[in-house]
């Protein structure tokens, strides 16, 4: 049970704003606000999803640059108002199209008529998409995606024609192209977050890989579809599918959406589903195995006097020169006694930033993108501000990185071919008359009377119009599902 709930923008503002118990202060929006714009608690810089303020517990997720908050003075599952806030945020994209502030001030009388039918008076009614098409009515005013500029580096998966291939992820699943046409396309693609541990000596300690199959589907009519996924998978360290050889995919667990049918499943590693509107997660799934990560860190600490060290810090890309990753940054915590940080970057660098965090001790260097195969190093030299008595490595570090990989997957999983529909033949009708043009019978010409009394016969006039036989006319099959093969986009994210 929440009692409030606003978006604001990363200035403040104040751009949704819906009470439905009346027991939080009006004010709690600015509180909100100021606490997590200069939060210094813990000695961490950013404030946590969850704090309590006089009495009144916040709960708040980051989505695109914009804060999706709610408030409650009960005691509520933390996880249950997070995941709340996530799919709110979730379904208004899916009827904007596009999620930012331009988008929610355009359209403000229609997201406060889904926040009326997803909560009513605090409580949570539906996050369907495809549920809610019943009770809202308001038209979208769409935003042209391909003139925003991302707020972050999570934005590239939803805005951005230079970044992803297309711009229909980023168009509204209940508006119409222009001209009343329905846009029968469906989406899938496999994002993935990777998480590795190198030793001192680049070995991998741990690794793990979380990994979602996210689809949207703009078909009409609500066909049924099939995933193939990689024949060599398997599910579980124990499954007898492991045997198959060192190139298969393992997974240590997964879980589908409610909408899958695994019914051969477990002989062709195939789903069947039929796609509700919106953006729904098809799969989740955990793997452990170990893999090639696409990045190796090489880091170097030297001292080089009583009150001084030199950091070297050496990124290597360890995929195919064919992809670019984006968005790269890596930081690094100092000792506790560093005062000043000089950088020193390689020859002909472009596009990459240092800094140096004083409140924490800790170096960022950020790289715009970096290509397959190659490498990059960085130089810092550090001052500090007494003699260190222990040992620099261990009060240095660990390092740590951020990235993001279009077009890429370590884990190997892999979307198949998808089985083409069987559409039924259309009957071919013979070649009508056109209605619109009058037989006109020809006048007959005199008898000759040296030729024959022959039977005369009168063809048919010709037709004003080109007739269009059924099945050579696009128009006449916009009532059939179209076939998902020719539809489907596929895109591998990391």
Not at 11 to 25: A, L, Q, S, T
Not at 386 to 410: C, D, R, W
């Amino acid at each position: 049970m929440i009692s409030q709930f606003f978006v604001l923008s990363q200035r403040g503002d104040n751009i949704v704003f819906r009470d439905y118990r009346g027991e939080v202060p009006k004010g709690s929006a600015e509180i909100f606000f100021r606490k997590v714009k200069f939060w210094k608690e813990d000695g961490e810089e950013e404030a946590p999803p969850v704090f309590n303020v006089d009495g009144v517990n916040y709960f708040h997720v980051k989505v695109v640059g914009l804060l999706f908050v709610a408030t409650t003075r009960v005691n509520v599952s933390p996880s249950l108002v997070l995941e709340l806030l996530q799919r709110i945020a979730r379904v208004i994209k899916d009827y904007l199209g596009v999620l930012n502030e331009d988008s929610l001030r355009k359209n403000f009388v229609l997201v406060y008529e889904l926040l009326d039918e997803v909560i009513d008076f605090g409580y949570v009614q539906t996050t369907s998409t495809e549920l809610l098409k019943s009770y809202v009515f308001n038209e979208p005013l769409v935003v042209d995606a391909a003139r925003l500029q991302p707020l972050s580096p999570a934005a590239i998966f939803m805005q951005g024609t230079k970044r992803m291939p297309g711009t229909a992820v980023t168009k509204s699943v209940v508006a119409n192209e222009p001209g009343g046409r329905k846009r029968e396309e469906i989406f899938v693609d496999i994002i993935e977050k990777i998480s590795v541990t190198f030793s001192s000596s680049g070995y991998i300690l741990t690794s793990e890989i979380d990994g979602t199959i996210q689809m949207k589907s703009y078909l009409s009519g609500n066909p049924e579809i099939r995933l193939a996924l990689n024949e060599d998978l398997s599910i579980g360290r124990g499954d007898y599918r492991s045997s198959f050889g060192s190139g298969s995919v393992i997974l240590d667990d997964c879980n589908f959406h409610e909408s899958v049918r695994l019914d051969n499943f477990d002989l062709d590693r195939t789903l069947t589903l039929v796609p509700p509107d919106g953006e729904f997660p098809v799969m989740n799934y955990r793997m452990t195995q170990e893999f090639k990560p696409p990045f190796r860190i090489n880091t170097l600490i030297e001292e080089a006097g009583a009150l001084k060290a030199e950091v070297i810090l050496k990124v290597s890309a360890e995929f195919p020169s064919s992809i670019t990753a984006n968005t790269i940054i890596v930081q690094m915590p100092l000792p506790k006694y560093t005062t000043r940080v000089n950088f020193e970057l390689e020859p002909g660098a472009l596009g990459q930033t240092t800094d140096f965090k004083e409140a924490n001790r800790r170096l960022e260097w950020g790289l715009k993108k970096i290509v397959g195969g190659s490498e990059h190093t960085l130089r810092a030299k550090l001052t500090f501000s007494q003699e260190l008595h222990g040992n620099i490595t261990k009060e240095a570090g660990p390092v740590s990185m951020t990235f993001t990989i279009p077009m890429y997957n370590a884990s190997r999983l892999q979307l198949q071919e998808l089985p083409k529909p069987e559409l039924p033949p259309l009957p071919k009708p013979e070649l009508p008359f056109d209605p619109r043009v009058p037989a006109i019978a020809k006048p007959e010409k005199p008898k000759d009377p040296k030729q024959h009394d022959l039977p005369s016969f009168q063809h048919p006039p010709e037709p004003a119009l080109p007739i269009m036989v059924h099945g050579h006319n696009s128009a006449f099959l916009s009532h059939r599902p179209q076939p998902v093969l020719n539809l489907l986009r596929y895109y591998a994210r990391q």
